[in-house]
């Protein structure tokens, strides 16, 4: 009669321990270099999708700050061309030249008497003589710098890498590089009227354009809020030149 098979056998249990000990053993070399290198690869991905939002958000702060800064620079330049004190159009005798025109202006800018609504970088509010806004060149492109008497230059606006200039027009629609006042022919009888142009600037891309009107207003206030001789020494009348910073 053949004996009962022991439950207690050495060979299987060395074989039970053998299947124990490779299922503990867990991942190969080769199964964890490529959870190593998959792991890699997602994490290269997050910090790729990390460092593209990051740039993502410092390009929108800095475009949204040169947007601002182009509009707080624009409504300035506005502010400055309707403030300007032009006198009305008149018999004159002699015709008005740059160095006795309350505004004159050619393609790099624009000078002349202005009254000043409310402050700007540019100067206080009131009336301020001879406000010389110019497009200043730079290596890498223009900057607009705007200067008055008595007061360090102020770069108004930052163009770089763009090339500007500035336009003038009588009607919104001819445009010429510069701009002196005009006066009625001699001998005609006719009372001072209004006197006005279009100021523009341009950049060589196109990315900014401005246009605004200056104006003498109405001949019978003229003159009314101009810069008086007794309120501080104000200088000499505009004259057409490049401010330094």
């Keep these: 009669m053949p004996l009962p098979e022991s439950p207690f056998r050495p060979d299987r249990d060395r074989a039970s321990r053998r299947d124990g000990v490779s299922a503990w053993r ?9 959870v190593l290198v998959v792991a890699g690869m997602a994490l290269m991905l997050v910090f790729s999708i990390g460092l593209r939002a990051v740039d993502a958000g410092f390009r929108l702060g800095r475009r949204s700050l040169e947007t601002a800064d182009l509009r707080f620079a624009d409504e300035t330049l506005r502010r400055i061309v309707r403030g300007v004190e032009m006198a009305p159009l008149a018999v004159t005798a002699p015709a008005p030249t740059a160095a006795t025109a309350r505004f004159a202006g050619d393609a790099r800018g624009f000078v002349g008497d202005v009254l000043l609504r409310s402050a700007t970088p540019c100067a206080d509010a009131g009336p301020v003589r ?6 200043q ?3 890498e492109g223009d900057v607009l710098i705007c200067a008055a008497p008595g007061r360090a230059p102020t770069m108004l606006l930052d163009l770089r890498p763009r090339r500007a200039r500035f336009a003038y027009s009588d009607d919104g629609a001819a445009w010429r590089d510069g ?11 006719a009372p001072p009227r209004e006197q006005s142009v279009y100021v523009r600037l341009t950049t060589d891309d196109g990315a900014i354009q401005l246009i ?14 101009a810069p008086r001789p007794d309120a501080g020494g104000l200088p000499a009348p505009p004259t057409i030149g490049e401010p330094q910073l």
């Design 26 to 34: 867990g991942f190969s070399l080769i199964e964890a270099l490529v």
């Design 130 to 135: 001879a406000l010389n806004v110019r497009l």
């Design 137 to 139: 060149a730079r290596p």
């Design 179 to 189: 701009w002196r006042p005009s006066r009625l022919p001699l001998g005609l009888p």
């Design 212 to 225: 605004e009107r200056a104006s003498s207003g109405r001949p019978e206030l003229a003159g009314r809020d």
